[in-house]
């Protein structure tokens, strides 16, 4: 019995993302979900397609290519994603961290984004809630924000209409093996044959691999989000702050830090949506499979949120809630071909970056299950490289 081109595992927005990119070539794609659609980290984040957050070099220009292609998403996919390029600032609170972003903004715009500097009151002239003390802020025109949730059904949506299958409630229970490659695949108790499979399971993948003698580096990395009251249009772009930055890409640095806030990673993510009610985050954290708020969590996040706009502190909280972020250990997904395998692959590990990084992720690894090549190389991204040597905290092992 022939069975699917491509068998897509997990419903989040990297494999509905996949899915769509793989039909839109004219493959024949089935996406096994275990649950519902978007039901995992890709409906408890925020929405920032934002670019300045991105480290300069290959993290940036994958960034920005996926960036172009959300521009024309909402007509392609013909679903309203909610995108709005509203520009981003990344707010900075002291003096000593002027240095540190200027270095960071330089390489930023050598690799082409639009970013500029934006000192004292000309930073409050474009937002006039901001604190008095606030410094000044890096601000990029090309930032953008999108409604998560929306982009997922969008693109499961778009990829049904182009023939592929979509299957929710239905969980990937073991890889079959005829040699070096997956015969087939055994789902909700069913047995099917694969051409190919991919694996887009989020924080889930290591559970997969392990069974087959291969240890990823990846594990879930905790966020808090606190969700205010509706209230009338206070600002008008995106929001991070310097210290987002460091949280993100050094936790080192922060472990040993006396501040509470710093110890839990809290950085400023802030957008006012549609309805007026402010998403603010939020926390970066390693405390396995926890996805609950902690009242400490959330007593930072609102600290910081409202010493950086303080009309904040005249609004009520309504909701919080968490997300499992999926860490790498050099903050960048593996996209490529298990090794030892020929037709396994990953698209998994995408942090805090996957929304913004589900069209390019798509469509590069639709390109290289279809053809064996990619339009943007995938070498930094390899599944293999912290076994290759890359020794940042973690190991892949493969053992036959
Ligand atoms: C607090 C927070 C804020 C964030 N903010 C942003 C942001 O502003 N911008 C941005 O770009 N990113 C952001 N992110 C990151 C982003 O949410 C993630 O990178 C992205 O959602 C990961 O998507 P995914 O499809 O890989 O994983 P998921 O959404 O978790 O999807 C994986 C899917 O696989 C399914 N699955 C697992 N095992 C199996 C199995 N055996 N069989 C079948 N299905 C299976 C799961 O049920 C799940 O639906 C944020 C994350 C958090 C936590």
Not at 262 to 282: D, K, N, P, Y
Not at 344 to 355: S, V
Request: proline fraction near 7%; aromatic fraction near 6%; charge should be neutral.
């Amino acid at each position: 019995m022939k069975g699917p081109d491509v068998v897509v595992v997990g419903g989040g927005v990297i494999g509905t993302a996949v899915t769509y990119y793989l039909a839109k070539q004219g493959a024949d794609v089935l996406l096994l979900e275990r649950a519902e659609l978007g039901g995992e980290t890709s409906s408890a984040c925020d929405g920032f397609v934002i670019l300045q957050s991105k480290s300069p070099g290959v993290h940036l220009a994958l960034a920005l290519a996926s960036a172009e292609l959300y521009r024309g998403l909402a007509d392609e996919l013909d679903w309203d994603i909610e995108y709005r390029n509203c520009g981003g600032l990344i707010v900075i609170e002291r003096e000593e961290e002027l240095p540190a972003m200027r270095t960071f903004m330089a390489k930023q715009q050598a690799i082409g984004l639009d970013v500029r500097l934006l000192l004292g009151d000309e930073v409050r002239r474009l937002e006039p809630a901001l604190a008095p003390h606030i410094v000044g802020a890096t601000y990029s025109p090309q930032d953008s924000q999108v409604n998560p949730l929306q982009v997922v059904l969008g693109f499961a949506q778009a990829a049904r209409r182009l023939g592929a299958r979509v299957r929710q409630g239905v969980p990937l229970q073991t890889l079959r093996r005829a040699g070096a490659r997956v015969s087939a695949v055994v789902a909700g108790g069913e047995e099917i044959p694969a051409g190919a499979v991919v694996l887009c399971t989020g924080v889930f993948t290591p559970e997969l691999l392990t069974p087959l003698g291969v240890e990823l580096p990846l594990r879930p990395r905790r966020g808090q989000l606190v969700v205010t009251e509706p209230a009338p249009p206070l600002v008008h772009h995106i929001f991070l702050c310097a210290r987002y930055i460091a949280a993100k890409y050094h936790p080192e640095l922060l472990a040993a830090a006396e501040d509470e806030a710093l110890r839990l990673g809290v950085g400023l993510a802030l957008e006012q949506t549609g309805s007026g009610g402010f998403l603010i985050g939020s926390t970066r954290e390693f405390v396995g499979w926890d996805k609950r708020t902690t009242p400490l969590g959330i007593r930072e996040i609102v600290r910081h949120a409202t010493r950086i706009l303080p009309a904040l502190a005249q609004l009520n909280a309504i909701r919080t809630f968490a997300g499992l972020r999926p860490y790498t250990p050099d903050g960048l997904p593996f996209l490529g071909p298990v090794p030892g395998w020929e037709n396994l692959y990953i698209a998994a590990g995408h942090e805090g970056d996957g929304i913004a990084l589900a069209p390019i992720t798509g469509r590069l690894m639709a390109e290289l299950i279809l053809t064996g090549r990619t339009s943007f190389p995938l070498t930094d991204f390899a599944v293999d490289r912290f076994a290759r040597g890359k020794d940042q905290g973690g190991q892949l092992k493969v053992t036959p």
